[in-house]
Antibody, heavy 123, light 106 residues
């Protein structure tokens, strides 16, 4: 069973860069069976898909965040990372990494999630 | 962007009752719809994918139906652990989520 654990600063200054890491265990992040995704949830609000990556392809980003987001994979550490630049209070949220099955050209909904990491943007 | 509208926002029911949750898409998404359950302080849990396929280990009281733009999640008989927020999510286009339906104890 795949397990995911997010880590990173819980407080980020406005206009700075939010950086989070997701450590994957139980399977290889290079596996052709999975894709990897970051999803966030502002306090008391709904979920928002930030972006996703499949090991052999470029990452895909939410059009509303595309200019500020970078998702990358470190296969040597079996980690997924998220960078979000120029943050504002609107970026305050619980950030989840998750993974879903990939097969026959389809990206199935994520069935494995990390516990989430609360990031607050404030001075 | 495909907008998913969930209704009602809140459903107040008693244990043992039947819950019917709706998710409507702003355009046709075939059957590319999933349902998640989220409890306070926890990550969402995937229940159903592609409208009606229940994940292994999900109780049979959870069922999904629908296609095109109208979808339903039914919980046939509510158990105490089912009181939570439920989200729908589409993968027909860029993935989006609905705003959620809270199922609360009446």
């Amino acid at each position: 069973q795949v397990r995911l654990q997010e880590s990173g600063p819980g407080l980020v200054q406005p206009s700075e860069t939010l950086s989070l890491t997701c450590t994957v265990s139980g399977d290889s992040i290079s596996s052709s069976l999975y894709y990897w995704v970051w999803i966030r949830q502002p306090p008391g609000k709904a979920l928002e898909w930030i972006g996703s990556v499949y090991y052999s392809e470029s990452a895909f980003y939410n059009p509303s965040l595309k200019s500020r987001v970078t998702i990358s994979v470190d296969t040597s550490k079996n980690q997924l990372s998220l960078k979000l630049t120029s943050v504002t209070a609107a970026d305050t949220a619980v950030y989840y990494c998750a993974t879903g099955a990939y097969g026959s050209g389809s990206y199935y909904p994520p069935g494995y999630w990390g516990q989430g990491s609360l990031v607050t943007v404030s001075s | 962007e495909i907008v998913l509208t969930q209704s009602p926002a809140t459903l107040s029911l008693s244990p043992g009752e039947r819950a019917t949750l709706s998710c409507r898409a702003s355009q046709s998404i075939s059957t590319y719809l999933a349902w998640y359950q989220q409890k306070p302080g926890q990550a969402p849990r995937l229940l159903i994918y592609d409208a009606s396929n229940r994940l292994t280990g999900i109780p049979a009281r959870f069922s999904g139906s629908g296609s095109g733009t109208d979808f339903t999640l039914t919980i046939s008989s509510l158990e105490p652990e089912d009181f939570a927020v439920y989200y729908c999510q589409q993968r027909s286009n860029w993935p989006t989520f609905g705003q959620g339906t809270k199922v609360e104890i009446k």
